[in-house]
């Protein structure tokens, strides 16, 4: 299982970090991913980081914004983000694939968190 957390209401302009721990997986050995999914637009990668935390990758649209990075010690994934816009609006869900390559393609994610709503005010 994957399970999200620290989403909610926020203004623009500012931070919120959200969580997604696993359990049932060997975490540890797993890429995982960050995906977005606002209303009526499809699935957004927006970060990916490998197994050993030492690479990762973004779209461009949240390049500088927002940072991910894991605790193979707790199986937990993270998502800091700031300088939040109201275009970030959307639902947050993590994901793990035993692949050794970065993805941020929701077509090689077999494993997906139920997802937690991020909303941005202006």
């Known amino acids: 299982d994957l399970v999200e957390s620290g989403g909610g209401l926020v203004q623009a302009g500012g931070s919120l970090r959200l969580s997604c721990v696993a359990s049932?997986?060997?975490?540890?050995?797993?890429?995982m991913g960050w995906f977005r999914q606002a209303p009526g637009k499809e699935r957004e990668g927006i970060s990916s980081?490998?197994?050993?935390?030492?690479?990762?990758v973004y779209a461009d649209s949240v390049k500088g914004r927002f940072t991910i990075s894991r605790d193979n010690a707790k199986n937990t994934l993270y998502l800091q983000m700031k300088d939040l816009k109201p275009e970030d609006t959307a639902v947050y869900y993590c994901?793990?694939?035993?692949?050794?390559?970065?993805?941020?393609?929701?077509?090689?994610?077999?494993?997906w968190g139920q997802g937690t709503q991020v909303a941005v005010s202006s």
């Open positions: 994901a793990a694939h035993d692949w050794a390559r970065l993805s941020i393609s929701s077509a090689d994610y077999p494993f």
């Open positions: 049932g997986l060997p975490f540890k050995d797993y890429v």
């Open positions: 980081i490998n197994s050993d935390d030492d690479a990762t």
